[in-house]
């Protein structure tokens, strides 16, 4: 039973894709990217599978090329909400008591409907044009791991329900339920992975909950094709919901209503505590203490030693920080590098970032991409801004913008002699790596500052070949990534192998893609059964003799 739960294997991870030339999967997806860019879709918001359109319309557009609309979106108001909720609600009733088989069926379904047929290239195509990622980043995304959270997912249900008292002494049998949450559960997902939108109603869906899917209003696109592909797979009207819309007119009437109960998100610090605050002041109304599980922002690090492999470390620098024009939360945003090996090290990156192509995502030869929209490219650029202005800073490479055609930002460097630079301590979300050089008698010391400079605690790295460098590295940074990588750059966690999320104001570390996300979404019952009760109250204590 090591690698079998109730017969059903271990998944393996999906194949990622290569797009190469004259591959049948770059012709299949040059077709869907075509089709889907040259027709215009009206979204509508689903409640009880049924479509919704409210007259209250906004834009999908493509980030490289913003006048181009994709589709118009139908954005909720409190009255949709409310009928949501209702609707979560009446198909908890049948869902929650839906055998655990019937439900893990749907998203086993949905899983090879996405690696297998058309899906596949529905989802990288509307990720590639609507939040502007390159076939590669969509590919290991809207397909691969997405398709891994479905089946890791249902395995992991499968182990838990599974998991049973370790003893019954004879007379009694002792055993244990697991139960979905009495309420729906809030998912609130972020702009950047078709994946995550996807997991984050689905994870507790897969447990017995009902959800309401809010998506960030700058990847709609896409998730309406995941909404799309869930009822391809024969999912439920009303287990989940799809409400977009601005965040006050959505959140407010979610976490007023009594049926709260959990909130599933990821995004920005500062969204996620407001909302917690919240919950926290609704406590007397909800019918049971919400879950709140959330993975947020990060201020990723790349730390390097002397022993460091130069060539390695460049590699990762540049993947790491600029990969998805930075718009990772687990994107290298600053790097602490030996003053030994940084002009070899400077040298190889900035002669790779020449050759760096920056463009329409259709444009296979491109590598970098634009930024998702003109909130991100004003607050990316004033931080870029303030290097140029700053006289403990200096710009090494990159440094340029342009928003007329498309929000391009060119992947920029820079280099700060001062280790508490804004740039090095704040949250930037794109394409912006900040350096700071130390002395290599400084190692230790340097650790304890990358430790200390920056709130969050989501990904770092350290290189170096000297063992005895990467241990008191993995000591001293102990807490200061929930996703930690030896020689390898900090982004790119996959389902089943490096569970993802972080802790300090990075979230609360419950780690997707495992079993311990899915054990937030039930409410255990312990169930004793008695064969042979007792016919007398007397103990044998309580005799004279």
Known sequence: MANAIFNVPLPPNEPVKSYAPGSPEKT??????????????????????????????????????????????????????????????????????????????????????????????ILNASTMLGQSKNPFQAEIDSAAELADFFRFNSYYAMQIYMQQPLHSPFGMWNRSEYRPLEGFIFAVAPFNFTSITGNLPTAPAIMGNVALLKPASSSVYSAYWIMKLLEAAGLPEGVINFIPGSGSKVGNPVMDSEHFGGIHFTGSTPTFQAMWRTAANNLGKYKSYPRIVGETGGKDFIFAHSSADITALGVALIRGAFEYQGQKCSAASRAYIPKSIWSKLKDYVLAELKTVKMGDPRDFTNFFNAVIDKGAFDTITGYIDFAKNSNEAAIIAGGGYDASKGYFIEPTIIETTNPKFKSMEEEIFGPVLTLYVYDDNKYEETLQLCDKTSPFSLTGAIFAQDRFAIEKADKALTNSAGNFYINDKPTGAVVGQQPFGGARASGTNDKAGSYLNLIRWISARTIKENFIPPKDYRYPFMSEK
């Not at 089709?35 to 409640?47: F, H, R, T």
């Not at 319309?57 to 181009?68: S, T």
């Not at 954005?75 to 869902?95: F, G, P, R, Y």
């Open 28 to 121: 299949e997806l040059k077709y869907k990217l075509d089709q889907l860019a040259n027709q215009q879709i009206d979204i509508p918001i689903i409640i009880g599978g049924k479509e919704i359109r409210t007259g209250d319309i906004d834009n999908c557009v493509m980030p490289h090329e913003h006048k181009h609309v994709l589709a118009k979106y139908h954005k909720a108001s409190e009255k949709e909400v409310k009928m949501a909720i209702d609707s979560a609600m009446e198909s908890h009733k049948t869902w929650s008591r839906m055998d655990w088989q019937d439900r893990v069926s749907v998203f086993l379904k949905a899983a090879d409907l996405l690696a297998l047929t058309e899906w596949r290239y």
